[in-house]
């Protein structure tokens, strides 16, 4: 019942702003209900604030995008084929595909979400140790044990 009361309250403080409440006879509450705001434009920035500057910056940024859309696209016959046809060439792509996909997504997480002077930095890096360390230890799991792929499919026939 108050939602409407609220409703009601609001429809006559629209009704005063525009001059057709006196003639409706409405109440002075609704001022305090309801307060009337002025619209406020903020000035047009007249450079970019994000993204890449240069011409050659926007050429660069669209051929690494393209690159990113061509690995993720790779990775969805990747998958299946190193899951259903196990061997160390097809583990050897999957790792490389999966690592590098990982690689390109966390950096644009730093370089979107990490401002400052210093957090960038620290944030690329770790994220380059990260990546080489997981493909580093993934192939070494590749090449001295049984695979990867054997490894998804061992832990998904166990559970």
């Known amino acids: 019942m108050s ?3 609220i409703l009601r309250l609001a429809g006559r403080s629209t009704l ?3 001059g057709v409440s006196q003639q409706l006879g409405g109440a002075q509450l ?3 209900v309801v307060p009337r705001k002025s619209l406020m434009l903020s000035p047009v920035a007249q450079k970019r604030i994000y993204g890449p500057e240069e011409e050659h910056e926007r050429v660069d940024e669209i051929h690494h995008w393209k ?3 061509y690995v993720a696209i790779a990775l969805l016959p990747i ?3 190193a899951l259903a046809y196990p ?3 097809l583990d050897t792509v999957l790792v490389g595909a999966m690592c590098l996909h990982t690689h390109w997504r966390l950096s644009g997480v730093v370089q979107d979400y990490i401002h400052g002077q210093v957090l960038p930095k620290i944030g690329r890096t770790l994220v380059l140790v990260l990546g080489i360390c997981a493909f580093g230890s993934l ?5 001295t ?6 490894a998804v499919r061992l832990l998904y026939s166990e559970l």
């Open 139 to 143: 192939c070494y799991f590749n090449y």
């Open 87 to 89: 061997n160390p060439i």
């Open 67 to 69: 690159n990113e859309r």
């Open 3 to 5: 939602v409407f009361t």
């Open 16 to 18: 005063r702003c525009s």
């Open 79 to 81: 998958i299946p084929a």
């Open 145 to 150: 044990d049984i695979g990867f792929a054997k």
């Open 30 to 32: 609704t001022a305090a």
